[in-house]
Every structure is written in C-alpha cells, then in structure tokens.
C-alpha cells in the first residue's frame, strides 16, 4: 500500500496525534528488534514531508476503545477511509472504515483517469 501512496494513487491523510502514535509504537522494543530508531525516524518523516497533516478535530466517543476516537474523526473531517485491521474501529457501521485489503481493492476498481 506504501508504493501506491507514493505512486499517487490515493492521497495519505494523518494528524498530528497519528504521527505521535506512530512515533510512540515504533519505540517498542518488539519493534526496535525490527526496525532500527534511524529507519523509524525516516518513515515518520517521510510521512510529515509527503502526506497530508490534518488538524485534528474534537472527537466524540465513538468506538469501544476511546483511544480510537481521534482517528474516526480526522477520517470524518476530512471525508477519508480509516484504513484499519483494528476490530472496535471495523465494528462502526456510521464510519467509513476499510480493511485494508477491502481498500486496496478500491483502488484497482477505480477506472484509470
């Protein structure tokens, strides 16, 4: 999904709370064992530099987990898919929520412009 955003098939859309996440889950040691903090840091800044940083909006409770809230939000605000494998985001039925494979296949539906 990677090489399409950077192809230009889809605009990428995070905030600033995602990318802190991200920053925050990239630390873990199951993830340091992965990926090094010099590749860590590269991707997030790859990240900041390419996609679109949106505001993050108030979030009302939405999902079981309210920590996933924000991230229902910022797709709200701003008319995007929440590309997720995560469940409690997956079960909201008033949300645009993708698995990612189910967005991926959205892409290759879509006629060539």
Known sequence: MLRRWIDGDFELIVSDALLAELVRA????????LISPNEADAFVNMLRRGATVAVD?????????????YLVAVAAANSAYLVTGDNDLLELSDAPVRLP??????????PAE
């Open 26 to 33: 990239l630390a873990y040691p199951k993830l340091r064992k």
């Open 57 to 69: 909006p108030p979030a009302r409770r939405r999902s079981r987990d309210p920590g996933d809230d």
């Open 101 to 110: 494979r189910a967005f991926v296949q959205m892409l290759v539906d879509q």
